[in-house]
């Protein structure tokens, strides 16, 4: 039960990543010092993205379901949660890449509107 409960704070904790990279760029517009932590963050979230690698926290939820006695899923987060309430088919090496696109694109220009706003 208590390995539950875990997965279940790690797929919160995977969430308010997943938002923070996307997003995250638009606190820097109100909190500058922000961005010493959003700038890895996305490139993290860029980077699995464009290579198809699986963030450690997908493995690390699979693991804790499987503790608890539940059934784990197949590929990565992206894929088990979002995919299936954003796109009716599966996510594809295409839609990872238009997703890791679309996410630096968006922070090229709120950090493009923060440096401006520095200045």
């Known amino acids: 039960m208590v390995y539950g409960w875990i997965a279940d704070a790690v797929v919160l904790v995977h969430c308010a990543f997943v938002l923070f990279v996307v997003f995250g760029g638009l606190l820097a517009l109100r909190w500058r010092g922000i961005v010493w932590f959003h700038l890895p963050a996305a490139a993290w979230g860029v980077i699995v ?3 198809g690698w ?3 926290l997908t493995p690390l939820e699979m693991w804790l379901r499987r503790g608890a006695g539940e059934a784990g899923y197949g590929g990565g987060f992206v894929e088990h949660y979002v995919t299936r309430a954003l796109y009716p088919v599966n996510l594809t090496r295409q839609i990872q890449i238009v997703l890791g696109s679309l996410i630096l694109a968006f922070n090229a220009a709120v950090y493009w509107r923060v440096r401006r706003r520095a200045r």
């Open 49 to 51: 993205e464009f290579t």
């Open 54 to 56: 699986i963030c450690p």
